[in-house]
């Protein structure tokens, strides 16, 4: 089945250091992944929306110059929390969709990425 | 704002017996919904989906029941195991694929007991 792959799975850093977050599509495809965020006893909240080859699309409320989007193949997309604070403390997650197979398909998750900053 | 809602938080059963999950959304403009399953510390697995064209779907023990006039799906799981001990989640979207993005519960924690 499809999987996605989110790396690191943890990160504990200092106050103003920017982190990054790779998400990868591991046997399919994906022009588009998207990124949430999870905080406690809350659900998951879409912050933006990775396009291969293109400008992210990011939802109301969320900073583009403070969550930095690249989706530079079709494998791959990249989340880089700029100069953390500790209210970026959060739990980050990655989705992509298999674009190749037909029909209806459901968006696959990465494991997340627990995101603490001191 | 919520969307989508999962007004249970959580839910406990006997191994065996049926688990009911419900969700209510109010976006009359969702097409396309799905349940996940998610453990501590792992991503949430993709479970079921369900088209609005349907009212049924069936997949071995877990079966999704969609009721558009009013608004609301249920996820029933039989028998129900232990190991489907987890958080679920419903998600909904606009558009029949899941290139649209997701609307999420909050979840709800379902325990199984032996």
């Known amino acids: 089945g499809a999987v996605v792959s989110q790396h690191p799975s943890r990160v504990i850093c200092k106050s103003g250091t920017s982190v990054k977050i790779e998400c990868r599509s591991l046997?399919?495809?994906?022009?588009?992944m998207f990124w949430y965020r999870q905080f406690p006893k809350q659900s998951l909240m879409l912050m933006a929306t990775s396009n291969e080859g293109s400008k992210a699309t990011y939802e109301q409320g969320v900073e583009k110059d403070k969550f930095l989007i690249n989706h530079a193949s079709l494998t791959l997309s990249t989340l880089t929390v700029t100069s953390a604070h500790p209210e970026d403390s959060s739990f980050y997650i990655c989705?992509?969709?298999?674009?190749?197979?037909?029909?209806?398909?459901?968006?696959?998750f990465g494991d997340g990425t627990r995101l603490s900053i001191l | 704002d919520q969307q989508v809602k999962q007004n249970s938080p959580s839910l406990s059963v006997q191994e065996g017996r049926i688990s009911i999950l419900n969700c209510d959304y109010t976006n009359s403009m969702f097409d396309y919904f799905l349940w996940y399953k998610k453990y501590p510390a792992e991503g949430p697995t993709f479970l079921i989906s369900?088209?609005?064209?349907?009212d049924k779907n069936e997949d071995g023990r877990f079966t999704v029941f969609l009721n558009k006039s009013a608004k609301h799906l249920s996820l029933h799981i039989v028998p129900s195991q232990p190991g489907d001990s987890a958080v679920y989640f419903c998600a909904a979207s606009e558009g029949q694929g899941g290139s649209e993005k997701l609307v999420f519960g909050k979840g709800m924690k379902l325990t199984v007991n032996p």
């Open positions: 369900i088209s609005s064209i349907k």
């Open positions: 989705s992509a969709r298999d674009n190749l197979r037909s029909g209806n398909q459901p968006q696959h």
């Open positions: 046997d399919f495809q994906a022009t588009t």
